[in-house]
């Protein structure tokens, strides 16, 4: 998004791009530790050191902050998993590195996925809280499916439902961030690991053993 002085075919300095990060990382932070309904623009100002005009050159208003700092996370986190990643790899092993590296990505930027935790459960617009766009999810989803629909078509994945076979992996790494929030001491490579074991049993295509 652009703010109100920023003509859209103009391109940013660096020291404009670097201006928005730092507000945007500033954003995290501040959600992060105090909520999403306690970090105004002028808190954010405060731990960037700027004043709250200077958020309001940058970005439209806190909407338009909201709307990047989730597609930040969401961006820095397809980032961080896409490198962990081989292609080659079969869909089972594809599939169990994925959710490492999302557990494992929770872990090394805690601030992050918490942060965005707080934005969500502001309750959105139209209940007073973010406004943000939930689809900026969707690229997950459809890497998650795509990995899924793959193994089902190689024959390393049993039968099922791949919808709903992403909600509920969705779902299971969706809890973790308010588990970290309470406990930042939370072992988020063991907590990968076992996840990653649950899902491969759920989905990996073994012989059916006769239990007579």
Avoid: W
Avoid at 16 to 25: D, Y
Avoid at 102 to 126: D, T
Wanted: hydrophobic share 45%; aromatic share 8%; net charge negative.
């Amino acid at each position: 998004m652009q703010s109100n002085f920023q003509p859209a075919d103009q391109p940013r300095s660096f020291i404009e791009t670097a201006r928005r990060a730092q507000i945007i990382e500033c954003a995290i932070q501040t959600i992060a530790e105090l909520g999403y309904a306690q970090a105004s623009l002028a808190r954010i100002a405060k731990r960037a050191g700027i004043s709250a005009g200077v958020i309001s050159y940058y970005f439209a208003g806190k909407d338009d902050l909201i709307a990047e700092v989730t597609a930040h996370v969401y961006e820095a986190g397809g980032t961080f998993i896409r490198a962990r990643l081989d292609p080659s790899q079969s869909a089972r092993t594809t599939l169990r590195a994925f959710i490492e590296a999302n557990v494992a990505y929770f872990g090394v930027h805690p601030a992050n996925v918490i942060a965005v935790m707080n934005i969500v459960r502001s309750g959105g617009a139209g209940q007073g809280g973010a406004a943000y766009d939930a689809a900026v999810g969707e690229p997950r989803r459809a890497g998650i499916a795509a990995i899924l629909e793959r193994g089902q078509a190689a024959g390393e994945f049993r039968a099922f439902s791949v919808p709903v076979m992403v909600a509920t992996l969705v779902e299971a790494l969706d809890v973790i961030p308010p588990q970290l929030a309470a406990n930042p001491k939370l072992d988020t490579e063991a907590y990968g690991r076992e996840l990653a074991e649950l899902f491969d049993r759920a989905t990996r295509n073994d012989p059916v053993e006769d239990v007579r």
